[in-house]
């Protein structure tokens, strides 16, 4: 069994990008610049956001943080939206999600200018994508495929299985994993919450991916020998042996399925770093004009 460090392979890759900030600035070029903004005061989307600024200011990028009430109208996200297009500082921003209930995700997610959609939430983006024209790829996804491809995971002809179908990670990595290319060229089975005998066909899996959102979801018993594992889930789980009092846990029974594994993503350090860096990235993109 192998770790696949998404920690460590998010370093690599904001080192590179610290290196291009290097060069941008000699040149005498605009610095990246990321903006976030989180409607709300939940706990875990704080910790993420805040994430994100820190690795702005590691690799040098400039980075704007816009933190609105809970009670913040749609109108008002909207203003704050079209505010962040207009901004010509401003090469990319993301809206944490979820929102308040009384603001329309998909309105908002529809706002963003598809090229500072560093998400690449955006219908503009996710047709693209779908139809292979390069442009900004779901960060989480894209940071699964820079995971495998830079720890040198071979997916042409293997039969990868998705568990979950979500807009942000499911779908996209699915389409991704299908089409031609490196990582890519892989079988793909979708599965979800409909899908019957799902253990006969996740024992199948030469790759599996598992985005379904409930914590220890996938046992040992589900998963072939030799198997690779990418697990997107993160759950914040009671802990007495922790400061903090909550322990982040994967939907993989990571203690169990690891010894099958050939590769695994451990939780922390797997999926999440990897999709900071994706964000990075994309920002990078953008404020080139490379995408
Ligand atoms: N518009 C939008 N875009 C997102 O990309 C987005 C979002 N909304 N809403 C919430 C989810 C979640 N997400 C994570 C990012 C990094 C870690 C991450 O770095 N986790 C660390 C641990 C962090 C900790 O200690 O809590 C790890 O897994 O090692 C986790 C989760 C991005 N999301």
Redesign the pocket.
């Known amino acids: 069994m192998q770790l696949l460090d998404?920690?460590g392979t998010a370093q690599s890759i904001k080192d590179e990008l610290k290196e291009k900030v290097a060069q941008i600035k000699a040149e005498g070029g605009k610095v990246p610049h990321l903006a976030a903004v989180l409607v709300g005061n939940d706990g875990?989307?704080q910790?993420?956001v805040n994430?994100k600024v820190k690795a702005c200011e590691q690799i040098g990028f400039g980075s704007t943080l816009i933190h609105l009430s809970e009670e913040t109208s749609e109108a008002e996200v909207l203003a704050t939206v079209q505010k962040l297009n207009d901004d010509p500082e401003i090469d990319g921003f993301?809206?944490?999600?979820p929102l308040p209930k009384q603001i329309d995700e998909q309105k908002v997610v529809e706002a963003i200018l598809p090229n500072k959609d560093v998400?690449g939430?955006h219908p503009v983006n996710l047709g693209k994508m779908l139809l292979g024209i390069p442009t900004l790829l779901p960060?989480?996804p894209k940071g699964m495929m820079l995971l495998l491809e830079r720890n040198g995971i071979e997916t042409s002809g293997k039969h990868c299985v998705v568990i979950g179908r979500s807009n942000t990670v499911g779908t996209p990595i699915s389409v991704l994993m299908s089409r031609n290319g490196n990582p890519g060229n892989a079988t793909v089975t979708l599965c979800h919450s409909r899908t019957k005998n799902l253990a006969e066909i996740t024992k199948q899996a030469d790759i599996l991916i598992v985005a379904i959102g409930k914590e220890g979801f996938v046992s040992a018993d589900m998963v072939k020998e030799g198997a690779t594992v990418i697990d997107v889930g993160?759950h914040r789980v009671p802990s007495d042996q922790t400061k903090s009092g909550f322990k982040?846990k994967g939907d993989v029974k990571f203690d169990e399925v690891a010894p099958k594994c050939e590769f695994i993503t451990p939780?922390?350090?797997?999926?999440?770093?990897m999709?900071?860096a994706s964000?990075l990235w994309n920002t990078y993109l953008t404020s080139q004009k490379l995408v």
Do not use: E, H, R
């Not at 993301?94 to 999600?97: D, P, T, W």
């Not at 939780?267 to 770093?273: M, S, T, W």
């Open positions: 998404g920690k875990a989307s910790t993420y994430a993301i809206v944490q999600v998400d939430f960060a989480t993160i982040l939780v922390p350090g797997g999926v999440g770093p999709t900071i964000l």
